[in-house]
């Protein structure tokens, strides 16, 4: 009520320039009036904050990273019971990321019409006072606004709901990083590690992990000018791309084998991070206080770089893959497209590896008779979650329940109306780009 319709909306906020100080006379009008296309979703290639070509290439580049292997989304997909609830789940999803442009960007939006000498601050002095950075204030947007206009309840229910979805968000981060620490490094370390010690490494690399959180806290503040949603995607676009590349390659080419896949990530990571250490060092600036990062290297827009890297490890992973051998297709059964409705059974590359961990593997309290333990080491053991026993599965019925994970068959009805679905997002999705286009 308080900006009024979505035409006054547009007006007032190509209206939202904060008030000018002695120490702000001089810096140029671009850095602290809005842009000119802020309501336009395609963007000049070359002077646009956010260029068109990145935004369809450069972030499908990020969102198929992101969505299709980053091991948050991955390990919600493999505890589906089906393939069809798969679909549906990811199909929900991208009905609800639709929601953000407005119940996110536009009320941040809103926000710098509102309260526009806070939210879109150019005095370093005075951005310092308001959010304790220097670089822009762009970040307290929406809290701002909740806490200004919600009346007591409503704020604190607000609030609630926004440190919720925050905790959910860092739980499945630290969870899903404790699990890759565990299973795929600390396991290679130590081959022969008893289950109560995998489970205490995970808990202890968690606190590691929060510690080294809060410490870079201040380079987040600083990243970007002082924008969060820029800051993300810089450093997706740094180390994303080439993880997307072997993912893409390995689902649609056959041919693409580990050492390929090794070393497309591993120079891949080395370029990402050559940059991504080099703009961290010169700092990124602000409009209105440049950084004296070396043009060739940070006036490349992130969307644009990551074009770049994901194309630099496409030509690693396929030129180091048709130089050795392939691997064979009874290890690639339903792995990749074109086997993807095979039904032989499908052997692993580490089949044998497996066997011999399984016949060295010690359990606890296996060779050790039963004792009664004290309470302090009950509470310890439950504290670490050691304390959750369980029937084991015989050999039979470990094999059904492996036939079971691997087969991907769906109910005709649903698959139609999965797939029907699909198609109504994608419909709905470039509606939205063309209407703000």
Known sequence: MEVGGYDQFVEKYMKAVPTLTAATVNISEKCYTPRPDAFSLFRDPLSGDLPWPGLIFGLSILALWYWCTDQVIVQRCLSAKNMSHVKAGCILCGYMKLLPMFLMVM??????????????????????????????????????MVVKLMPNGLRGLMLSVMLASLMSSLTSIFNSASTLFTMDIYTKIRTRAKERELMIVGRVFIVILIGLSILWVPVVQEAQSGQLFDYIQSITSYLGPPIAAVFFLAIF?????????????????????????TEFA????????????????????????????????????????????????????????????????????????????????????????ERELSCGRKALNWFCGLDQGGPRLSPAEEEALRQKMADTTEDPFWKRVVNINAILLLAVAIFCHGFFA
Request: charge should be negative; include cysteine; glycine fraction near 6%.
């Open 107 to 144: 009320p941040g939006m809103i926000s710098r019409i509102l309260y526009t000498d806070q939210v879109a601050c150019i005095d370093p002095d005075v951005c310092l006072e308001v959010c304790e950075t220097t670089v822009g204030c762009s970040n307290i947007a929406y809290p701002l």
């Open 253 to 277: 080419c056959k041919r693409v084998n580990e050492t390929g896949a090794f070393w497309g990530l591993v120079l891949g990571l080395l370029i990402g991070l050559s940059r991504m250490i």
């Open 282 to 369: 010169f700092g990124t600036g602000s409009c209105a206080h440049p950084s004296n990062c070396p043009a060739i290297i940070c006036k490349v827009h992130y969307l644009y770089f990551a074009m770049i890297l994901f194309a630099i490890s496409i030509v690693i992973v396929l030129g180091a893959s048709f130089l050795t051998k392939p691997i064979d297709d009874v290890h690639l059964y339903r792995l990749c497209w074109s086997l993807r409705n095979r039904t032989e059974e499908r052997i692993d590359l580490d089949a044998e590896e497996d066997v011999a961990k399984k016949e060295e593997m010690v359990y606890e309290d296996q060779t050790l008779p």
